[in-house]
């Protein structure tokens, strides 16, 4: 048992998903995505990322740029109640069997994750058919993900190991009674992790005649992250204060990667399509790997090992996305996205226990109230492929849905300020398990998260 609660221990890659987007993908770098969503068939500067093909139809020569600022705010809470062990049955002296407790142990996990400060730049180059754009954000991870009273896998793995060790020494030694319940004991543990994907895409964009247009380019990739945490386990002070089991962990990971990026824009009158697709990005990260200590010797933390390499890949993501202009100060867009998920690479190969899939479903719509005031508002549906093997204490997802609110404001006829805020509301997910982290009793989580982004982008056209 002490082997599995290690394993538990290592395996932590906490997944930090603080943007819109999918399982690994951030989709919202600015702040018109923010107050409206739905960007996909955009012609403005924001689409150097949600829509490059349709900077073709920039309306005027010149040099364009946009920067970005968001503060990203986010919960991950599990509210876990699994089964301990209550003491022997000594009905056979010669094998006394484990009793499992009538009461299931409860505790709420609470975890933080903060992005005070997410910078995004954009920029385009238009000169007659050919306009080319490009532009620096952080497009996956984006935070600091903390757990300051642990995580469920770790306490009830390492009550179960305790218990086990203790009731082995107990049965080939005569000694002392088994370590039975959680009170006998006290368990500190904690769990910082962080994740940044860097981004920089570079492209071209051509109008091809009138009312069509195409785009090409490319995006690289820079991941870093890292995982600081540990378990100490002690006897209570009355009962002698022996250290029961420790564990730590301080890790750092690096990998990068490249993404081919296409992308077209057909704009018909009023109506304007936009569609990109973004290839899989295979990326690797290896670890830098400072301190890893277990009170016991196990192969189990060869995962995080210095030099061990472990597959992180970004999923290809297609977008469409249709606007329309009804009136002269009205405007409306939907869109359409979907990560194919199950088919980019996953720590452990978790990708295959995805029933399919990202689908996203979005729509915005904006008004000119005033010659120099914007105001908007739009709606993200987002549907995983989500299962009780794919979900895990370290890495889960719920499904949601997004409200996203805001204005853009002309500051000058070369300068406009968009101001956002969006809200993410979640599915809870409950998972049930007869084989609660590998302790064979059983238990439930329910996992829960929050979500709330704020951001300021300005555009000005030089």
């Known amino acids: 048992m002490r082997k599995n609660s290690l394993i538990g221990f290592v395996m932590l890659i906490v997944s930090i998903p603080t943007f819109a987007g999918g399982l690994l993908t951030n989709t919202n770098q600015h702040a018109a995505f923010l107050r409206m969503l739905s960007r996909g068939a955009t012609i403005e500067i924001d689409g150097a990322l949600s829509n490059p093909a349709g900077l073709a139809f920039l309306p005027n020569d010149g040099f364009y740029m946009g920067l970005s600022i968001q503060s990203a705010f986010q919960t991950r809470n599990i509210d876990a109640s699994f089964m301990t062990y209550s003491g022997l049955d000594l009905t056979n002296p010669t094998a006394p069997v484990p009793t499992v407790s009538d009461k299931y142990y409860s505790k709420y996990y609470e975890g933080k994750a903060a992005a005070p ?9 238009k000169k007659g058919d050919w306009t080319i754009s490009g532009f620096f954000a952080i497009t996956g991870g984006g935070g600091k993900a903390s757990f300051d ?7 009830s793995v390492a009550m179960a190991g305790i218990f086990q060790e203790s009731l082995k020494k107990h049965l080939t030694s005569g000694g002392k009674s088994p370590i039975v319940t ?54 209570k002070a009355d009962l002698g204060g022996a250290d029961l089991m420790h564990l730590a962990l301080d890790c750092d990971q690096t990998g990068w990667g490249f993404t081919p990026v296409i992308g077209v824009d057909a704009k018909l009158g009023k109506l304007n399509i936009g569609a990109k697709y973004e290839f899989k990005t295979n990326l690797n990260i290896e670890n830098n790997t400072k301190k890893i200590e277990a009170s016991v010797e196990t ?16 999923p290809s993501m297609l977008s ?39 689908n996203e479903y979005l729509m915005g719509v904006e008004w000119d109230i005033i010659k120099r005031l914007t105001l908007s508002c739009g709606g993200q549906i987002t549907d995983y492929g989500l299962s009780d093997n794919f979900q ?6 719920c499904d949601s849905y997004s409200i996203g609110v805001g204005a853009k404001l002309m500051l000058s006829e070369r300068a406009a300020l968009n101001v956002g805020y969006m809200w993410t509301t979640y599915e809870d997910y409950t998972k049930k398990s007869q084989n609660y982290n590998g302790t064979g009793i059983s238990g439930t989580n329910v996992y829960s998260r929050t979500n709330k982004v704020f951001g300021a982008s300005v555009n000005y056209k030089f």
Not at 149 to 155: A, H, K
Not at 339 to 348: C, H, L, Q, S, T
């Open 117 to 125: 400060i997410i910078p995004s730049v954009f920029a385009a180059y």
């Open 182 to 235: 959680p009170g006998m004991y006290d368990i500190s543990t904690a769990m910082d992790g962080k994740q940044y994907i860097y981004a920089l895409q570079l492209g071209l964009s051509y109008k091809i005649n009138d009312w069509l247009s195409a785009f090409a380019g490319g995006r690289m990739n820079y991941f870093t992250g890292g995982y600081v945490g540990f378990l100490d386990a002690k006897m």
């Open 299 to 314: 192969d189990a933390l060869a995962p995080f090992k210095h030099g061990v390499n472990t597959p992180n890949d970004i």
């Open 320 to 358: 469409v996305a249709a606007a329309y202009e009804f009136l002269p100060v009205l405007r409306a867009s939907v869109e359409y996205h979907f990560y194919d998920d199950k088919k980019a690479g996953m720590a452990d190969g978790k990708q295959k226990y995805l029933t399919k899939g990202t």
């Open 392 to 397: 895990s204490d370290t890495s889960f997802s």
């Open 149 to 155: 009273d642990g995580l469920p896998m770790f306490e």
